[in-house]
């Protein structure tokens, strides 16, 4: 396996979340490292495992989804690959708040309305939370923004209109590579004003489902105990190796 290269530079860790580090980019501090890791969690971190080279699949994996956006007029935080696990972004001002965008019920919308995981959504659902493990993520919406003082409310409606765009761009993707996009979370920051796609895109954050056997292909297996995670990871990786 691969060792970060940001570490093996001795270079200052910024912040350690579940899933990523972000390291600084020496000389420049509008520039961060991200190194993905293979750990996962779920359930706000109740549930705890490693998943064999997510790392590596969730880089690659990302970064061509970041590209694949970036064809199609979206701009993001992503400058390049650096290795295996890294790559380099903008260093952004972050909104507190993850965006998810749902084409199909499944996971806490088809509990919340009490319909089948699977049912058809006419309209793409999109949900805003805040990010705060101490509070579970509450959902939330633009009138918090505002009372709470969470940052602009242009800046979020900006943010939800970019989640939209990127669910035709994505969604068409994958409908041509045999797989359903059921759903999936982003998050975005502001650079010089202007509101930007951050974090990640990856099966830790989407839901796709193959299109005929509706088997899932994302964390969801780690999540219910599925088995198959790594092969499910590689799919996505060997889909989206081709952009
Ligand atoms: P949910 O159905 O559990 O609310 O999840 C909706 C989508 O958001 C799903 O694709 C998984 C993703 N997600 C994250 O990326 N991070 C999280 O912490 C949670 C709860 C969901």
């Known amino acids: 396996m691969k060792k970060s290269v940001a570490e093996e530079r001795g270079l200052k860790k910024i912040y350690e979340g579940k899933a990523k580090i972000l390291y600084e980019y020496p000389g ?30 969730n880089n690659a994996i990302s970064a061509s989804l ?19 696990r890294e790559m380099l972004t903008n260093h952004l001002k972050m909104l507190p708040v993850e965006f998810v965008v749902r084409n199909t019920a499944a996971g ?13 959504l006419p309209y793409p659902v999109v949900e805003l939370y805040f990010k705060s493990d101490e509070l579970g993520d509450p959902m939330i919406n633009e009138t918090y923004i505002r009372a709470f ?19 035709e761009i994505l969604r068409d993707f994958f409908d041509k590579n045999g797989l359903l996009l059921v759903d999936y979370k982003l998050e975005f920051g502001t650079l010089s004003g202007k ?6 895109i990856t099966p830790d954050t989407m839901r796709l489902w193959d299109k005929v056997t509706l088997e899932k292909v994302d964390k969801d297996r780690f999540r219910r105990d599925l088995g198959g995670i790594e092969e499910a990871y590689k799919r996505v990786y060997d889909i989206t190796s081709k952009i």
């Open 28 to 57: 420049d501090e509008g520039k961060l490292i991200t190194y993905f890791k293979d750990d996962a969690t779920a359930f706000n971190g109740q549930k705890r495992g490693i998943i064999m080279n997510k790392g590596e699949y």
């Open 66 to 84: 970041f590209k694949l956006l970036k064809n199609n007029g979206i701009e993001s935080h992503f400058i390049d690959k650096l290795s295996d």
């Open 108 to 120: 806490s919308l088809a509990k919340k309305m009490g319909v089948e995981e699977g049912v058809k």
């Open 149 to 167: 003082d969470l940052g602009e409310v242009k800046d979020v409606e900006e943010a939800k209109n970019i989640a939209l765009k990127i669910n």
């Open 195 to 200: 509101v930007l796609l951050a974090d990640e």
